[in-house]
């Protein structure tokens, strides 16, 4: 080991930012006219109320954003919104007065540990940590990044350390090019696909798909997510209905499957066709189940496993 030469990780690139008692309304200008491809990660009890406040439709929950990567992320008050009971175990975490019995009088520390680490590593190039309100963990984090360890274990401000200290408006534009709006687009639209999550879950996939391939100018991909939603909504009012739907309810729903059936066949959104086809299957007579079995269901079946 002593061979070896010093780590300096696998990229040269800029440090991470920080934003410390950044206003919210500086922070969504900051998205709209500079940044508006940036993903915004928070923790995911928090991400429909930022994604409103921030009039920002890439807002995130860290663990909804497991397994996908961005060019830019903002950490939006990860350690402001951390519970008041573990804000003091937090900043003698960072401050190394944690002591030896740490771990196990605060072993949620650990899970928060683990998802701020799912956070920071979605993010490719540029990477902000954002406090938009002070905090015991959020000043003590903000030293932490911001100045560097010395021999005495104090920490001074220096070139060194871990991350540098921002202003929203020094920050020049960093927008992202066509290409990759879509990729992030298509990831959004892939996820919305998963069997494993919930409606409302998909729906906030889509959208921002849609709005990805919209800052791409791409109308063939706006289009293909946009029937996607539409069948994700029809089917999220069937499950809704239920078995309480009356025959008119019934005949009104067949008439809107077959107009969200042909458009999905038109975009070539077979998996979806499936899922659909499920969703209206057990509401109809066995008679209808039978033919729609034969007619649709089988060879979309078919043709999606060739």
Request: overall charge negative; charged content about 25%.
């Given at each position: ?62 663990r909804e954003a497991k397994g996908m990567e ?214 109809l007579s066995q008679y209808r189940q039978r ?16």
């Amino acid at each position: 080991a002593k061979q070896l030469k010093k780590d300096f990780g696998l990229f040269k690139g800029a440090r991470p930012g920080v934003f410390q008692s950044v206003l919210v309304e500086q922070l969504s200008t900051l998205l709209r006219e500079k940044m508006p491809g940036a993903v915004v990660l928070t923790h995911d009890e928090s991400a429909s109320r930022w994604r409103e406040l921030l009039g920002h439709k890439l807002v995130y929950g860290i663990r909804e954003a497991k397994g996908m990567e961005f060019k830019s992320v903002i950490i939006l008050d990860f350690f402001a919104e951390l519970p008041s009971s573990l804000q003091k175990p937090w900043r003698n975490l960072l401050l190394n007065r944690e002591g030896s019995d740490f771990e196990s009088r605060f072993p949620l520390v650990e899970t928060h540990l683990k998802l701020v680490y799912t956070a920071v590593t979605r993010c490719i190039e540029q990477l902000f940590f954002a406090e938009t309100k002070p905090s015991t963990a959020g000043d003590a984090a903000v030293r932490w990044l911001t100045t560097t360890m010395n021999g005495n274990k104090d920490r001074a401000p220096n070139g060194d350390a871990f991350a540098t200290l921002n202003n929203v408006k020094d920050l020049e534009s960093m927008t992202m090019t066509n290409d990759e709006f879509c990729v992030v687009g298509i990831d959004n639209a892939e996820l919305a696909e998963s069997s494993e999550i919930e409606m409302d879950q998909a729906l906030g996939y889509l959208e921002r798909a849609i709005y990805c391939f919209q800052e791409a100018q791409n109308s063939d991909l706006v289009t293909k997510a946009q029937a996607q939603c539409q069948s994700v909504k029809f089917r999220e009012k069937l499950m809704d209905i239920g078995s309480s739907a009356t025959r008119h309810d019934m005949e009104t729903f067949e008439r809107e499957c077959v107009q969200v059936i042909d458009v999905l066949l038109e975009e070539n959104l077979l998996l979806e066709c499936i899922n659909l086809l499920g969703s209206i299957t057990p509401l109809l007579s066995q008679y209808r189940q039978r033919k729609l079995e034969e007619c649709m269901t089988s060879q979309i079946r078919q043709a999606l496993s060739s």
